[in-house]
């Protein structure tokens, strides 16, 4: 993809970026995907833009100009503004990695600035919503082990907590036996670690997986597998979550994130405090859980204006 679009000298140098990301920095498989394909996006403009193949000395000598010139054609396509916020850390990412690799310098890079993102609420799903997709997940394969682990990946990512690549990532050896105080220890972004409780449902539901799935059942062996054995795709879940979308009815909000969404929305609405669900999301800071308390806030709202008499103002 990205070899037909630079020289092989940015070539070889993406794909030091990978690995270092990946084996240094811990990033999950889904997330090194992703900034590459936010990478490939931009080398493309700039393989027309320039007019030919950029090489390290090219990207070195890109001029504001150039890049706002590839903001300008992002907004030209009706990209969303978090959608060039993210491609523009990544290439900050890519630059910064260049820059310490001793491969090239630009400080123009670090100077551009993009519009301020909209804080975003997190759309959970129901209580209701959120049972009934993990029930229901499991009746769109045909295969029973497949739709075993559909149910046992979707109980995960709402029953702990998880980010899809988090869940993924697991390995036979992390699943929990079978005792009432069952811990899952996660590796999290930035190789932080965090210990989630695994309710027994879940274990349930990892069990009957287990027991079903044809492939050998080794301690270092992907937990989550795909019709080959191999470790489950991200991708594979993002399908099963569009076909539930459209079997139950649910916005187009949901997805795999949305569970963890909820998990964090509902924990807060049964009494959970803010310090117990940022250790169990794994966020760094406080502030990045206080979202919820916005959620939260609009259901509260809801309840208040429906059921409290003085809420009923004369019209």
Known sequence: MIEG????????????????????????????????????????????????????????????????????????????????????STLRNFFRFLEQRELLSNPTIHTIRTRPVPKSIPRALTIEDALSVVATVGELSDEAWVG???????????????????????NCSDVPGRSSNDMMRIIGKGNKQRLVPVLPVVRDLLSTYLQLRPFPIREMEPLFVGVRGARLNAGVAQRQVRQLRAMLGLPESFTPHALRHSFATHLLGGGGDFRTIQELLGHASLSSTQRYTEVDSVRL???????????????
């Not at 990033?27 to 996006?41: E, I």
């Not at 931009?42 to 890109?62: E, I, N, Q, S, W």
């Not at 029953?159 to 993924?168: F, K, M, P, Q, T």
């Not at 709202?301 to 019209?315: F, G, I, L, N």
């Open 5 to 88: 679009n630079v020289e092989p000298g940015v070539y070889q140098a993406i794909k030091s970026w990978q690995s270092w990301m990946l084996d240094e920095r811990r990033y999950s498989r889904h997330s090194v995907d992703g900034y590459t394909h936010d990478l490939d996006g931009f080398l493309r403009f700039m393989k027309g833009h320039l007019g030919y193949l950029p090489g390290l000395t090219d990207l070195a000598a890109l001029s504001i100009m150039d890049f706002r010139s590839y903001l300008a054609k992002r907004q030209e396509d009706g990209r969303e503004s978090t959608s060039t916020a993210r491609a523009m």
């Open 301 to 315: 709202s809801s309840v208040y204006d429906a059921a409290h008499p003085r809420a009923r103002r004369p019209q």
């Open 148 to 170: 075993k682990r559909d149910q046992a990946l979707l109980s995960v990512l709402y029953g702990c907590g998880l980010r899809i690549g988090e869940a993924i990532a697991l």
